[in-house]
Nanobody, 117 residues
């Protein structure tokens, strides 16, 4: 079965950086598209960034100039580089994976990101 595990979250000062990883296993034919979402007590789960099998990227407007999503297909892993972090970036970051040949997507358990003022 498919497993999705996020890592790399933590506590950082405003203006700092974090590097998140999303590792997928059990995918029969590899990964099609992957997206990052985030959620906090103040906000519903919202889209952050997505990368397709052709490495085409999309970003939520507020993170477009600060975050970078990338993928390493040999490792079945997707990354999110977050720079110039702001307190409003605080939340639990979830990875959403859509494998090739699958009829549904899969979620990880999330990793906490906290940005202090």
């Amino acid at each position: 079965q498919v497993q999705v595990v996020e890592s790399g979250g933590g506590l950082v000062q405003a203006g700092g950086s974090l590097w998140l990883s999303c590792a997928a296993s059990g995918t029969r034919f590899g990964i099609n598209a992957v997206a990052w979402y985030r959620q906090s007590p103040k906000k519903q789960r919202e889209f952050v960034a997505r990368i397709t099998n052709n490495s085409i990227t999309n970003y939520e407007d507020s993170v477009r100039d600060r975050f970078t999503i990338s993928r390493d297909d040999a490792k079945n892993t997707v990354y999110l580089q977050m720079d110039s972090l702001k307190p409003e970036d605080t939340g639990v970051y979830f990875c959403n994976v859509f494998p090739w040949g699958a009829s549904r997507d899969y979620w990880g358990q999330g990793t906490q990101v906290t940005v202090s003022s």
